[in-house]
């Protein structure tokens, strides 16, 4: 058996398979993750990635909501992590104006490792939580990387049924290694014993316990469709 890349546990089994990998399941975190065996090689992954049509706009704009609704909660000036994703620098300068500070760092394109060396009043991490390919060191750094009472933004589409993966189109993006189910990420906040909240079927958002004044979810985002 492989041992799960995201709670260690060796609980899994061999979901799917094609004739490109095998994806494993975990029955304790519900996690489903492609075999390492599998993984595309550093630079293979990188052309990917340069190939790709990176769209700004998403992210951008998750992160501009985000910001909107913690200022409602707090008149504090925010320090925030965009993770994994790259935004131009019209939107960091945009959060500038309004009091805010916004670092990145992107593995591939921004690989800086400053910005990992200090905590966030929110992180935002736009579709990179499939990319994993060990979620487990990934997740601890970001738990790690947020201050209490801080949010933590994951757009990552969820698999809601397990009989329709053969068909499910995100599975053949060979980037994809790590597929999460909503089951994953309640297993995540309990362990940290984060808040969490499904603000839709494809972003989740978690919050860091503390004795903060941000204390309540974001209205906006949860009703965001």
């Known amino acids: 058996m492989r041992r799960c890349p995201l709670c260690s546990s060796h609980k899994t089994s061999p979901f799917y398979q094609d004739r490109k990998r095998t994806i494993h399941s975990c029955k304790v975190c519900t996690l489903l993750f492609a075999d390492a065996a599998s993984h595309l090689p550093p630079e293979a992954e990188l052309r990917k990635y340069q190939t790709a049509n990176n769209k700004h706009k998403p992210v951008q704009q998750l992160l501009t909501s985000l910001v909107i609704q913690i200022e409602q909660m707090t008149s504090a000036s925010l320090l925030g992590l965009n993770f994994g994703r790259l935004v131009t ?31 966030y009043d929110f992180i935002c991490c736009y579709k990179v939580f499939e990319h994993f390919r060990l979620p487990s060191r990934e997740w601890l750094l970001l738990c790690s990387l947020l201050k209490p009472g801080g949010w933590l933004a994951i757009s990552t589409p969820m698999l809601t049924q397990l009989n329709g993966f053969a068909k499910w189109h995100y599975k053949n993006n060979l980037t994809h290694v790590s597929f999460y189910q909503q089951s994953t990420f309640q297993f995540l906040a309990q362990q940290a014993e984060f808040t969490l909240l499904f603000a839709s079927n494809d972003l989740i958002l978690m919050q860091k316990p503390s004795g903060s004044d941000i204390t309540r979810a974001p209205s906006h985002l949860s009703n965001r469709k």
């Open 89 to 119: 620098p019209d939107l960091v300068e945009e959060l500038h104006s309004r009091g805010h500070k916004l670092e990145q760092y992107d593995p591939f394109f921004a690989p800086d490792p400053s910005p990992l060396k200090q905590q």
